[in-house]
């Protein structure tokens, strides 16, 4: 069974009961023209609506289509690592739901994947059906990214990609949490390459990553793979200690001379103001940190699987009770 699966698609999914038919149609059509052995494998990250009930029938009429349910919600770069980690497929393509990644890109990343890349992944030439707000803040991070980190990841793509049998399995056994996995498939290396594509509308529905789980993101990207933030902190700690110093010895001398002060109260209050800012803002910054070393010292699955369909082999369920709740 392993090695007849050619190809796995992962796809995960948080409330998706609008899309979830369309979703399995449009995939479908495109793999079966393509005429070798796939699986698809449906993520259920604890969806709250009809998600599981539609993903249940259409692995009653289609063996190929399997099912992993989460206990809950753990977030959507969990789910693509359960997709992966549990796929039996030669090259693996994660994919969202909604069909802003078009799956007749797919193909397209087939043939880069036989001409001997081992990773292909979907570069967003332009995003329609987006807020300005969504785009805008996007293409800054991903950008800060670049720039602040020492390995190369490519601006302007999701998680949208087709990866080798062999950077799946590299990439399952990184034992990390709070797993930024675009980042993560960057670092393993290996011979890369994209495809370019049109980021499409939303199929129906609405987003499921508010301003929350995007901030979370974002800081995962950041603090798996850069310490600058850090660095930064403790530059802009001197130059404020200098200034201050500076401001001390100003302030000391003309009253000595002039014998009036020359700061007023509420400028005084200011500057205060602003430096408890900054502290926060820094030590916020060490708490990004921390907190995610609590995480990886606790060492707390990634996920926890309560039910799966369709699945023979390659199960890794964690059964609740050998979960240590620390
Ligand atoms: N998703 C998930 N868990 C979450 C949030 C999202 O599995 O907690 C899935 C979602 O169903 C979709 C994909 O991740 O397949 C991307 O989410 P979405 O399209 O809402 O994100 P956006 O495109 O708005 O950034
Ligand atoms: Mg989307």
């Given at each position: ?68 349910n989460f206990s809950r919600n753990f977030g959507h770069q969990c789910a693509i ?192 103001l602003c430096m408890f800012g900054l502290i926060f803002i820094i030590l916020g ?42």
């Amino acid at each position: 069974m392993y090695n007849t699966v050619v190809y796995s698609i992962v796809v995960p999914l948080y409330n998706e009961e609008l899309v979830i038919d369309e979703n399995y149609m449009r995939l479908k059509k495109i793999m079966d023209s393509l005429k070798e052995n796939y699986e698809i494998m449906y993520v259920n990250d604890g969806s709250k609506d009809s998600t599981m009930n539609k993903v249940e029938k259409i692995c009653e009429k289609d063996k190929r289509i399997k099912l992993v349910n989460f206990s809950r919600n753990f977030g959507h770069q969990c789910a693509i690592s359960a997709g992966m980690e549990l796929s039996a497929g030669d090259a693996i393509i994660v994919i969202d739901a909604d069909l802003q990644d078009p799956p007749e890109v797919i193909p397209q990343m087939i043939d880069k994947w036989k001409d001997g890349y081992d990773v292909v992944y979907g570069k967003r030439l332009k995003r329609k059906g987006e807020s300005f707000l969504k785009k805008f803040t996007a293409k800054i991070f991903y950008r800060l990214l670049r720039s602040i980190t020492n390995i190369d990841i490519p601006v302007d793509t999701g998680d949208f990609r087709l990866i080798d049998r062999k950077v799946c399995d590299t990439l399952s056994s990184l034992p990390e949490r709070n797993r930024y996995v675009r980042g993560l498939v960057s670092w393993v290396g290996f011979k890369q390459t994209f495809v370019e594509f049109t980021r499409q509308e939303r199929f129906a529905g609405a987003s499921k990553y508010p301003l929350k789980k995007m901030l979370k993101l974002a800081f995962d990207g950041i603090t798996s793979f850069s310490y600058k933030p850090l660095v930064a902190s403790t530059y802009l700690g001197g130059l404020m200690f200098l200034l201050g110093l500076l401001a001390f010895i100003y302030v000391t001398a003309k009253n000595l001379y002039s014998h009036k002060t020359i700061l007023t109260l509420g400028l005084i209050l200011a500057i205060n103001l602003c430096m408890f800012g900054l502290i926060f803002i820094i030590l916020g910054i060490l708490g990004q940190y921390i907190g995610r070393i609590s995480d990886e010292s606790k060492a707390r699955p990634n996920y926890i699987i309560a039910s799966t369909i369709n699945y023979k082999e390659n199960i890794k369920e964690v059964e609740p009770s050998e979960v240590k709740l620390n």
